[in-house]
């Protein structure tokens, strides 16, 4: 039976919301924080119970009289400044606390890092696996499902190089993916025995024919993908 766990979740807009009720749906416990002047949307059965506090004093952070070792603070506040001063005030408040953020960009990323997020969740590189590492497995990957990919009409593919495409005996770091709205999950290596290799700024791995990308991308930018890897055009 899975553990269930005390969740004090930050923000309450799209993101928020499915998070919300994929967490409650396996048995944990949320707490909903919101800003004072935050717009909220409650379906009308819902039955979320919502603090509204000033995210900026420590007090009224303080008086959500929240274990702060057997909970995970989640900030998924609209605004990146908000879940940055989020980050700084809960460990200051809370040192050793497990404090998970949300990022839009890789400057984001750096930045609540930086702050002393424990995880950052980039939602435009999210996949299920780094997602379900950092929270829970059946919950967050139907959040991911519905959020990330169905919400923005991402999907994920895999497909296979053939010979004489413009990214044969090229090296990943060379090949501007997100220019063509592609994100780069993971090769699968014909040379390392079709190893899955998942790809970071550390991996800069040479494509060879045969070799297999695992990617997300919107349908339309997959089928530009496919259309110039079939008719050999190089994107510069």
């Known amino acids: 039976m899975q553990k269930q766990k005390n969740i004090v979740l930050f923000g309450y807009g799209t993101f ?11 048995g944990h416990k949320v707490k909903v924080v919101v800003g004072l002047d935050d717009y909220v949307e409650v ?3 819902s039955a979320v119970d919502i603090t509204r506090i000033n995210i900026k004093r420590n007090d ?12 995970i603070f989640y900030c998924a506040m609209n605004k990146t400044a908000n879940n940055l001063f989020l980050v700084l005030t809960l460990k200051s408040l809370y040192p050793q606390a497990n404090v998970i953020a949300n990022s839009n960009s890789n400057e984001t990323t750096r930045k609540l890092k930086y702050a002393g997020a424990t995880s950052v969740i980039d ?20 959040a991911l499902d519905e959020i990330v990919y169905k919400q ?5 593919l ?17 090949i501007k993916f997100r220019q063509m709205g592609i994100i780069l999950i993971a090769i699968i290596d014909k040379e390392l025995g079709y190893e899955l290799v998942f790809t970071d700024h550390r991996i800069n791995h ?3 024919a045969g070799d297999i990308l695992v ?22």
């Open 16 to 26: 928020g919301r499915q998070l919300y009720k994929n967490l409650r749906s396996r």
């Open 60 to 71: 009224d952070i303080l008086a959500l009289n929240v274990n702060a070792a057997e909970s």
């Open 123 to 142: 939602l435009y590189e999210a996949t299920s696996r780094r997602i379900v590492n950092v929270l829970t497995k059946p919950a967050v990957s139907m």
């Open 158 to 174: 895999e497909i296979e190089l053939q010979e004489n495409t413009f990214l044969e005996g090229r090296y990943v770091n060379e």
């Open 43 to 45: 379906e009308s059965d």
């Open 215 to 236: 990617i997300v991308a919107k349908k339309e930018n997959i089928k530009k993908f496919q259309e110039m890897l079939k008719k050999g055009i190089n994107f510069e």
């Open 206 to 208: 040479k494509l060879d």
């Open 152 to 156: 923005n009409d991402l999907q994920m």
